[in-house]
């Protein structure tokens, strides 16, 4: 995604954490919920800091920055037989005021500065996961060994990119596309979208998880890249002239970026107006973004019995920091204004930050009902439940959804459905079930690592599985208005032309007439 990509997802949002995400985050694991709201359990800490081994034959290398402790209350315990023996110029020493609970690391420190720094980086890369990636095994293989590999691999290299493929190369090897590191420059952006404030031309893009290939997730309204015609589905092939192959999202949505007035062109696989392939090149400026989550108006629905109400139209982009006030204030605007029922879109939503998608939850739902369940790493599953909750509203709702509705998205459509409070409407949902972390490196590079899958109230499994809607629509935008149009409060709206929005009326018109009858 441009606009939000490093976090929407997180190759899809990426990027999901249940804690707060702050300015700064630092390596506090997400599961610290902070919303008093929400009930959930700390995970152990985990650290990484600077040391010094007293035992100068075995390298005391603090001097040069390349030795580093790894601290944990009962890592030695998970340690196990994991003491390991770095061949050559890499050794192990323990830090004698803590032996019970540090574990040194020292290796062989590079005399490219750049490098040194990377080393850094991957000690305390390789120590996250170990203390809280999903698969305990690391995808059935060595961890302690893999970074002694990896350090060995990068001694000789003499620039910073080549050593941060190390330890991209290092995290492919767990076999999770969402375990990833991003560049200083790539998790600023991530933090930039996540508070809503951008300069780009309006793209939400995706790897597919399969191919690779960048896929356009949608166009936000009236950006450059609507005006200019890119659609949903449309894959980018080239930025400036430099082909996309093997270029991550975080990277193409950084080059999509850029000051206002400055122009970007890009090449694009698309379809005509036939229907039939083909590749064309587009030329837009960037601009300031606005990315606000929240888009809403007020329907004016027609009953059969004739009977006109009031229907409250509300579309969520994305799950950032400001989306659930934003939407608890819209809902609240509208019930002030006498609205009966109510639409929410979460069609092409690919996520965002899991706390802000629980948050959403809690505006249309009561009591202490559970929002969702996470499973940890040693198969442990935790419900997050509310504590206490006052709904803002308990009038009729329904839920769009559709394949490009994604992670905190399927959250909070899961949490709806499942405890009976929507029903959801469009097509089945993209299917991404697991939730990362986000850690601030000290080097300004930021590390995503899976931490938990999920599984909605009714614990079901929506990793690669999604969620199938209780009623199918067409994509299909109807060719003319209706006998009696949608009258809506935003001019230029397309809301009277698109099929689910007329069977999300029918569903809400069926659930009032139920209502009335009991």
Not at 131 to 143: L, R, V
Not at 380 to 387: A, K, R, V
Not at 472 to 493: E, H, I, Y
Request: with cysteine; hydrophobic share 35%; proline share 4%.
């Amino acid at each position: 995604m441009e606009a939000l990509n490093s976090n929407l997802d997180s190759t899809l949002s990426t990027l999901s954490t249940l804690s707060k995400f702050t300015s700064k985050p630092t390596s506090k694991p997400f599961f610290s919920c902070r919303s008093p709201r929400l009930s959930c359990r700390k995970p152990k800490k985990f650290t990484v800091s600077s040391v010094r081994c007293s035992d100068n034959k075995r390298g005391s290398l603090e001097s040069q920055n390349g030795n580093f402790l790894a601290e944990n209350e009962d890592l030695m315990k998970r340690v196990g037989r994991g003491v390991v023996g770095f061949a050559a110029a890499a050794s192990l020493c323990w830090d004698s005021s803590a032996s019970a609970e540090s574990l040194t690391v020292a290796f062989p420190v590079s005399h490219t500065r750049e490098v040194n720094t990377v080393q850094r980086t991957l000690v305390e890369a390789w120590g996250l996961i170990r203390e809280t990636f999903i698969d305990p095994t690391f995808n059935h293989q060595d961890w302690d060994l893999k970074l002694q590999q990896t350090m060995v691999e990068m001694f000789p290299l003499r620039s910073e990119d080549a050593a941060y493929n190390k330890i991209k190369g290092m995290l492919s090897t767990l076999g999770d596309p969402f375990t990833r590191i991003i560049s200083p420059k790539e998790y600023q952006s991530f933090r930039i979208g996540s508070d809503g404030n951008l300069q780009g031309v309006g793209l939400f893009i995706n790897a597919e998880p399969k191919t690779g290939h960048l896929v356009v997730l949608s166009c936000i309204e009236n950006s450059p890249a609507a005006r200019a015609g890119i659609h949903e589905g449309d894959e980018l092939m080239e930025i400036n002239g430099e082909r996309l192959d093997g270029v991550a999202s975080e990277a193409a949505a950084q080059k999509l970026r850029g000051r206002v007035g400055t122009t970007v062109t890009l090449k694009v696989h698309s379809f005509d107006e036939l229907g039939s392939p083909c590749i064309r090149e587009v030329r837009m400026p960037r601009e300031v973004i606005n990315l606000s989550p929240v888009s809403s108006t007020i329907i004016l629905h027609r009953a059969p019995d004739g009977h006109v109400s009031k229907t409250g139209y509300v579309k969520l982009s994305t799950f950032s920091q400001t989306a659930a006030m934003e939407m608890e204030n819209t809902v609240s605007d509208m019930e002030n204004q006498g609205v009966q029922s109510y639409i929410l879109d979460l069609r092409n939503n690919p996520g965002g930050l899991v706390k802000a998608g629980l948050d959403v939850a809690q505006i249309w739902l009561e009591g202490t009902e559970t929002l969702v369940n996470t499973i940890d790493r040693e198969g442990n599953m935790l419900p997050i439940n509310m504590i206490n909750g006052h709904a803002i509203t308990r009038d009729p709702l329904v839920v769009l959804v559709n394949e490009g509705s994604a992670s905190a998205s399927e959250i909070l459509a899961g949490a709806l459905h499942d405890n009976g409070r929507a029903t959801l409407i469009g097509h089945r949902t993209f299917g991404k079930g697991k939730i990362q972390s986000v850690t601030e490196l000290h080097d300004g590079s930021a590390l995503f690592i899976t931490v938990a899958k999920y599984l909605s109230p009714s614990l079901h499994d929506i990793d690669e599985v999604g969620i199938a809607p209780d009623v199918q629509c067409s994509t299909d935008m109807l060719n003319a208005p209706r006998s009696d149009p949608l009258k809506v409060r935003s001019s230029g709206s397309n809301l009277e032309r698109d099929s689910c929005i007329l069977v999300a009326e029918h569903q809400l018109d069926i659930q009032e007439s139920k209502g009335s009858a009991s």
